[in-house]
């Protein structure tokens, strides 16, 4: 059983930045894919960014590209997503997820997530 834990949300001003961690508490997350999935109020769970498990290939939504970057440290066993130039339509709650083999960005490929953590922006 992989459990995922979330942190680094908050409050932020429109165009501030925000990093993201995702890290799985008592075991690895060396070899799975993880993929970092939103979901606002009223609207269905879409995803933001993926990476595979060697951090080489990374997937993004059209509407986060060119703002956020997905990383990985395996030595730390942590997967980040790096947001910056936040728009009030960022908010969301935003989610981990493992999945083995490739890295996608569907929902439903993922096996494990984690609880989640809010992210507002808001001036």
């Known amino acids: 059983q992989l459990q995922l834990e979330e942190s680094g949300g908050g409050s932020v001003q429109p165009g501030g930045s925000l990093r993201l961690s995702c890290a799985a508490s008592?075991?690895?997350?060396?070899?799975?894919?993880i993929g970092w999935f939103r979901q606002a109020p009223g609207k269905e769970r879409e995803g933001v960014s993926s990476i595979s498990r060697d951090g080489v290939i990374t997937n993004y939504a059209d509407s986060v590209k060119g703002r956020f970057t997905i990383s990985r440290d395996n030595a730390k066993n942590t997967v980040y997503l790096q947001m910056s130039s936040l728009k009030p339509e960022d908010t969301a709650t935003y989610y981990c997820s493992a999945k083995r083999g490739t890295a996608t960005m569907r929902r439903n490929d993922y096996s494990y997530w984690g609880q989640g953590t809010q992210v507002t922006v808001s001036s």
């Open positions: 008592r075991s690895t997350l060396n070899g799975w894919s």
